[in-house]
């Protein structure tokens, strides 16, 4: 099925990057998406009465349909109403939370390049109406799971906009984000590194007003 954007332009999925790699399906979580592991994990916070967080839906103008049979019907072209915001969004103890998830196969840094402009608009939106904005970054050939703050995003990518570098390296993200270490149930406690973010957040605007 053939997916275009509201100009017009040819929607090719670029979630994942760089070249494949053979997985190992030895363990039941290997293979999996970072956006399955996410629901699955939204799932159990729902259960638990934790948190309602959910995949946003994508408004689809559907363009052409072809009836192979009577009882079927096959779309064979379509059209996003809307440009894509971000992933997920939700609350949790009153708190709004909007993430985007990303993949990338590199084991060395995560290429920029598929955020666009309109995301980091809405993140930066939301932010400023006190919401709780962030990315979960996967580096699959790792399996090495990162939350970053969009604060702390927000640097990287005007560093990218003034002509730098194009990608967030490892090292950065070490340093600038807080990892989540995949368990098994749920696979990806991401609202524990959500918690420190949102309590240092308060201790930093604490110590401003008490300046």
Known sequence: MTIR???GKK??????????K??????SNRGKSLEDE?????????????AVIH??????????????ERSAAVITEAYFRTPSTTDFNGVWQGNYIDFEAKETKSATSFPLQNIHDHQVEHMQSVSK????????VKFTSLDRYFIVPYDNFEKYWERMKKGGRKSITLIEFETMSLEILPRFNPRLDYLKAVSIMTTTSNNATERQEDV
Do not use: A, C, M
């Open 22 to 27: 053979k997985v190992d399906l030895s363990f």
């Open 38 to 50: 996410l629901n699955e994990t939204n799932e159990f916070y729902l259960s638990r009465g934790i």
């Open 129 to 136: 109406q006190g919401g709780v904005v962030f990315f979960i």
């Open 5 to 7: 954007y509201p100009n």
């Open 11 to 20: 929607y090719i999925p670029i979630q994942k990057i760089g070249h494949q």
């Open 55 to 68: 995949k946003k839906p994508v408004p689809i103008q559907v363009v052409n349909v072809n009836y192979p």
